[in-house]
């Protein structure tokens, strides 16, 4: 079993930044991939961004696409999103997830693992 930690949410005025933190409690070196989800109240939880081992490359929704950066700190084994720009619709909680295995997929539902979630809210 891996458990996951997010933090870094918080209250920003739109324009802002923010930076996500997510630790695990064993090592992800191996598993498929690991990313960031968010759900806003009343919505469904929707894909943001994954970085795959494989190659190192990453994937993003177009939503954040230019905003958003997925990135891993690979002596600390910690995955950070990083968020400029923010605007009032990125307002969700986020969620950090792992995939362990192929063929890799946006659907929520697919994902292995999950943190609890950090509250962000970007104000006008």
């Known amino acids: 079993q891996m458990h996951l930690q997010e933090s870094g949410g918080g209250l920003v005025q739109a324009g802002g930044s923010l930076r996500l933190s997510c630790t695990h409690s064993r090592r992800t070196f191996g598993y498929y991939a690991m990313g960031w989800f968010r759900q806003a109240p009343g919505t469904e939880r929707e894909f943001v961004a994954s970085?795959?081992?494989?190659?190192?490359?990453?994937a993003y929704a177009d939503a954040v696409k230019g905003r958003f950066t997925i990135s891993r700190n690979n002596a600390t084994d910690t995955v950070y999103l990083h968020m400029t720009n923010l605007k009032v619709e990125d307002t969700a909680i986020y969620y950090c997830a792992v995939d362990v295995g192929p063929p890799g997929t946006v659907a929520a539902d697919l994902w292995d693992y999950w943190g609890q979630g950090t509250q962000v809210t970007v104000s006008t």
């Open positions: 970085f795959y081992w494989s190659g190192g490359s990453t």
